[in-house]
Nanobody
Framework: VQLQASGGGLVQAGGSLRLSCAVS????????IGWFRQAPGKEREGVSCVSGAGDKYYADSVTGRFTMSSDIAKNTVYLQMNSLKPEDTAVYYC???????????????WGQGTQVTVSS
């Protein structure tokens, strides 16, 4: 099982970015995919997740601004981030778990992080 996150960058407040998580070694039906982020000096926090059945969860801080989607043909999960705020600045990670969960400790497989920086 491998995951590879990409798409981070520098954007002004109010702007948008789309993160990608390319997965291999499993099918979306069998695993839940989660997005997490960690800002400097802070604990890693859950951003959103999607179950194998397509059920989605979003943290309150991103609800209405971030959207998860998936392209099964490309084995890729996306995180569309709109109306970005400086407090969204963090390293973003995608991860896989056997069932949908919001806690990072429930995820067994992790991709490398991608940096998102939002300037004010």
């Amino acid at each position: 099982v491998q995951l590879q996150a990409s798409g981070g960058g520098l954007v002004q407040a109010g702007g948008s970015l789309r993160l990608s998580c390319a997965v291999s070694g499993f099918t979306f039906d069998d695993y839940a995919i989660g997005w997490f982020r960690q800002a400097p000096g802070k604990e890693r926090e859950g951003v959103s997740c999607v179950s194998g059945a397509g059920d989605k969860y979003y943290a309150d801080s991103v609800t209405g601004r971030f959207t998860m989607s998936s392209d099964i043909a490309k084995n890729t999960v996306y995180l569309q981030m709109n109306s970005l705020k400086p407090e969204d600045t963090a390293v973003y990670y995608c991860a896989a778990a056997s069932r949908i969960a919001t806690r990072d400790r429930d995820y067994n497989y992790w991709g490398q992080g991608t940096q998102v920086t939002v300037s004010s």
